[in-house]
Nanobody, 124 residues
Framework: QVQLVESGGGLVQAGGSLRLSCAASGRTFSSGVMGWFRQAPGKGRMFVAAISWSAGSTYYADSVKGRFTISRDNAKNTVYLQMSSLKPEDAAVYYC?????????????????WGQGTQVTVSS
């Protein structure tokens, strides 16, 4: 079992920055993929970014490419999402997810474990 705990959400003005963290505990793994998804009210859970745990390969949704950066600290079993140039449309609950497979995936059913989510609000 893997437990994921997100932190770092909050209220920010448009154009501002936030850094989300996801701490993994329990059965951690060195070859799996970590991802971030987000869900706005009335919308589905959408892929944001993913990183392969060991190789550092990353993948981003087109809507955040160039503004968001996913990274990881293996020693701390923590994944980060640095968000810059935030827009009102970035407002959502952000979820951290873990996938035991080594292959990066962009759909939420492909992920095995989920955090509880952290709210990001962007004021215009």
């Amino acid at each position: 079992q893997v437990q994921l705990v997100e932190s770092g959400g909050g209220l920010v003005q448009a154009g501002g920055s936030l850094r989300l963290s996801c701490a993994a505990s329990g059965r951690t793994f060195s070859s799996g993929v970590m991802g971030w998804f987000r869900q706005a009210p009335g919308k589905g859970r959408m892929f944001v970014a993913a990183i392969s745990w060991s190789a550092g390969s990353t993948y981003y949704a087109d809507s955040v490419k160039g503004r968001f950066t996913i990274s990881r600290d293996n020693a701390k079993n923590t994944v980060y999402l640095q968000m810059s140039s935030l827009k009102p449309e970035d407002a959502a609950v952000y979820y951290c997810a873990a996938r035991t497979s080594r292959t990066i995936a962009t759909i939420y059913p492909a992920y095995d474990y989920w955090g509880q989510g952290t709210q990001v609000t962007v004021s215009s």
